[in-house]
Nanobody, 126 residues
Framework: VQLQASGGGLVQAGGSQRLSCAAS????????IAWFRQAPGKEREFVAA????????YSADSVKGRFTISRDKYKNTVYLQMNSMNPEDTAVYYC????????????????????WGQGTQVTVSS
């Protein structure tokens, strides 16, 4: 599967931004897509993920109540809606995909994701 991220840019603190991750290639039925982010000098961290079939979602505690992940199965696109943003959200955001086997489970370890899109820079000014 190929993933294409877009939607980054500059936003003021308290503002909102939406990222998109377009998926193409292999069937998406057993695919989970996640968003990760990496701030300068920090390790990459999990943000949120969704199971393509059924649309189950989960997210990191640091973004709960502010960020929402969703998918549009007709557009083969996963979105990350980010609200109430603060400067600590500044990072390069990546979308990533993994195929699950017989059963699905929540996965926040970036090493378990085999497919990656290019990063998109998000900068939140104070």
């Amino acid at each position: 599967v190929q993933l294409q991220a877009s939607g980054g840019g500059l936003v003021q603190a308290g503002g909102s931004q939406r990222l998109s991750c377009a998926a193409s290639g292999r069937t998406l039925n057993k695919l989970s897509i996640a968003w990760f982010r990496q701030a300068p000098g920090k390790e990459r961290e999990f943000v949120a993920a969704t199971r393509w079939s059924g649309g189950l979602t989960y997210s990191a505690d640091s973004v709960k109540g502010r960020f929402t992940i969703s998918r549009d199965k007709y557009k083969n696109t996963v979105y990350l809606q980010m609200n109430s943003m603060n400067p600590e959200d500044t990072a390069v955001y990546y979308c990533a995909g993994r195929y699950w086997g017989n059963y699905w489970y929540k996965e926040a370890d970036d090493a378990k994701y085999e497919h990656w899109g290019q990063g998109t820079q998000v900068t939140v000014s104070s």
